[in-house]
């Protein structure tokens, strides 16, 4: 006889959908709002406070994407128990050395870690050890894992998100985001502990800490050679002295964002470079007909932007039509160019289905894609269990992956 947690609801039974659990609004910090630390002074009560503190350093920052030029930090915020929650403008800090001598000793606690380690990076700041509760949530199997969804569905409570995508270079701060920010450190810890039981109940905690260790260790993204190629709808111009244009649009109007601390896109939208190419503006009355150049800082710099597009008509570098792009080829092309990789691949791809369904973790959390792609490619010359395991281990799959993906790999190429 089934138990009273297994059995269906008198609802359900009739079809009628179970109503959503209650959520309870989480609006205002326990604490209240801090203030915000940004004289030398303060920084240093709040070194002072915070090593006073028990526990993992709760940490998150925000930045000013779509506003100023870079990912920098302008607002860190730390918690910890028994400190409370502290709001650090690291912008007008001229020293953050002492903040710096202490975070560097500690464990840390973020969500969603590779957005907010190159950052703090920037600022020297790197933890003794991490915790990734956006990560954790991936390997549960949670099938949303932004912070308000596992806040809510682990904690039961509503976590307000309108501050988002503000432009965060403000100052003052006005309170309204101020109180956003503190809430979004008020909930890791307790986060930590909720997703810590999931995950042990799950077998998989040992799985986390070398994912969390491995994340931790990291390089920070570096820029493409080309960068310019990622101007978007780039792939709809044909011809190499177009590309040229795009190029040069695209050095401009960097060097310009750079100098002036400001998002490139606010000066000049991708799609206004775009359509001065498919037009073939030749003068700046006609590149201020162009849809795009309308904005205030698109027309004061259209003498520039004309001199861009002038460059790159008359110079005699003419890029490639596509980039000379390292390693492997797409996938789609691995049918022709090497037929039994693809087949490799497609059998892989099936081990990475079961393993998904026995374990409920995502297929490129079980693996890093690009290491499932080398691997298919250039497998061991003999291949075995153990020799697949060397392989993946000199790719940079941590342990639990290999133990767990090396006899389905070994078998499955076997039979290719």
């Not at 240093?44 to 709760?58: H, I, M, N, P, Q």
């Not at 909720?194 to 820029?223: C, H, S, W």
């Not at 059998?347 to 289905?353: D, E, F, G, M, R």
């Not at 790719?395 to 070994?410: I, M, T």
Request: charged share 25%; hydrophobic share 40%.
């Amino acid at each position: 006889m089934p138990n009273s947690d297994s059995a269906p609801s008198a609802s359900t039974a009739a079809g009628i959908e179970p109503a959503e659990p209650v959520l309870t609004p989480l609006t205002r910090p326990r604490d209240g709002i801090p203030e915000v630390i940004n004289t030398q002074v303060a920084l240093r009560r709040a070194v002072r406070e915070l090593s006073a503190g028990t526990g993992d350093l709760a940490v998150d920052t925000e930045r000013a994407s779509g506003f100023r030029y870079g990912q920098r930090a302008f607002l860190l915020q730390i918690r910890r128990e028994g400190a409370g929650t502290w709001l650090i403008d690291p912008e007008v800090l001229d020293d953050l050395g002492e903040l710096r001598d202490f975070v560097n000793q500690q464990p840390w606690i973020l969500h969603a870690a590779t957005q907010d380690l190159p950052c703090l990076h920037e600022l020297g700041m790197s933890p003794t050890s991490l915790f990734d509760t956006e990560l954790a949530g991936r390997l549960a199997g949670f099938p949303r894992v932004s912070l308000g969804t596992m806040v809510a569905e682990l904690l039961g409570l509503q976590l307000a998100k309108e501050h988002s995508a503000v432009d965060w270079s403000t100052r003052p701060l006005p309170e309204s985001w101020l109180n956003y920010a503190a809430l979004d450190v008020e909930v890791l810890e307790e986060l930590r502990q909720e997703i810590t039981k999931v995950l042990e109940e799950q077998g998989k905690m040992e799985f986390a800490l070398q994912e969390f260790e491995y994340e931790r260790n990291l390089p920070d993204p570096q820029p493409a050679e080309e960068p310019w190629r990622k101007l978007s709808g780039i792939h709809k111009l044909k011809g190499r002295r177009n590309l040229a244009i795009a190029r040069e649009l695209w050095l401009s109007r960097e060097a310009l964002a750079r100098s002036q601390d400001t998002a490139p896109g606010r000066l000049l939208p991708d799609r206004a470079i775009m359509a001065a190419i498919e037009q073939k503006a030749s003068s700046v009355p006609a590149l201020l007909q162009i849809p795009g150049f309308h904005t205030r800082h698109a027309k004061r710099d259209a003498p520039r932007w004309m001199d861009a597009i002038q460059r790159g008509r008359n110079t005699r570098d003419l890029p490639e039509l596509r980039s000379a792009k390292p390693g492997l080829p797409h996938p789609r092309s691995w049918a022709e160019k090497n037929p039994v990789a693809a087949l490799r691949l497609d059998a892989a791809k099936v081990v990475l289905v079961e393993l998904n369904e026995q374990w409920n973790i995502p297929a490129e959390n079980l693996l890093t894609p690009k290491y499932l792609r080398e691997l298919c490619w250039n497998p061991p010359a003999l291949i075995s269990v153990e020799t697949v395991a060397q392989k993946l281990e000199s790719l940079g799959a941590r342990p639990w992956q290999r133990e767990l993906l090396s006899p389905g790999f070994a078998q499955a190429f076997a039979t290719v």
